[in-house]
């Protein structure tokens, strides 16, 4: 038995945070600040002349606050992300990772006060698309709904309460999630067409 990189995207997304979050003492705690930081309204604004500015919208979810922030977001990454990955494909899950990040990047620097870094909208993503990955095209898995009805309605409460996590985030790569499922559900169903067509 050999240990197999078995899921590129999500192995090396893991890596990159947790060499993120290694790295950023060693510069004096600005690294994540300056690179894996969107800084909401109250914070900053976006900057249509600055590059750094289009490079946050993505690198975002690759910076965290602490270990604890990381392995709470990384728990459910790894553990979901990989399915995910051999279910749809490396470079489809990247494409989806990326969307993600930016919807929730713009929404931040756009609609927020505060600031927003880490994976938790990747995760809540991760979370929504993952019932997907066993039906059959045309249904809507009752998982899904469970999921909206536990994680996603929680978050909604959640929000109007005073701390320090983006639920907006949460809420909104959920919803990336449950559309990039539709998506692909539908692409199934065309596929399923043309195969009994071409018959």
Not at 54 to 64: E, K
Not at 82 to 110: C, D, H, R
Not at 114 to 139: D, H, Q, R, Y
Not at 145 to 166: D, G, P
């Amino acid at each position: 038995m050999k240990i197999r990189y078995n899921a590129p995207v999500v192995l090396n997304y893991a890596l990159l945070a947790v060499l993120v979050l290694f790295l950023n003492p060693l510069f004096g705690g600005n690294l994540i600040p300056s690179w894996f930081v969107v800084p909401g309204q109250g914070q900053g604004y976006f900057d249509t002349g600055s590059v750094i500015s289009y490079v946050r919208l993505f690198s975002h979810i690759a910076g965290h606050v602490s270990w604890e922030h990381l392995l709470g977001n990384f728990a459910i990454i790894l553990l979901v992300g990989p399915i995910l990955e051999e279910k749809y494909g490396s470079f489809s899950l990247l494409f989806m990772i990326l969307i993600t990040a930016l919807v929730t990047g713009l929404l931040n620097s756009f609609l927020f006060e505060g600031a927003l870094l880490g994976a938790s909208g990747v995760a809540f993503m991760m979370i929504l698309l993952a019932p997907f990955t066993n039906t059959k095209p045309g249904e809507i898995p009752l998982t899904l709904i469970l999921i909206i009805a536990l994680y996603i309605v929680k978050e909604v409460f959640q929000s109007f309460q005073s701390n320090n996590i983006a639920e907006f985030a949460h809420i909104a790569g959920g919803f990336c999630g449950s559309i990039f499922g539709f998506i692909k559900q539908r692409h199934r169903i065309k596929e399923l067409k043309s195969i009994v067509n071409s018959d």
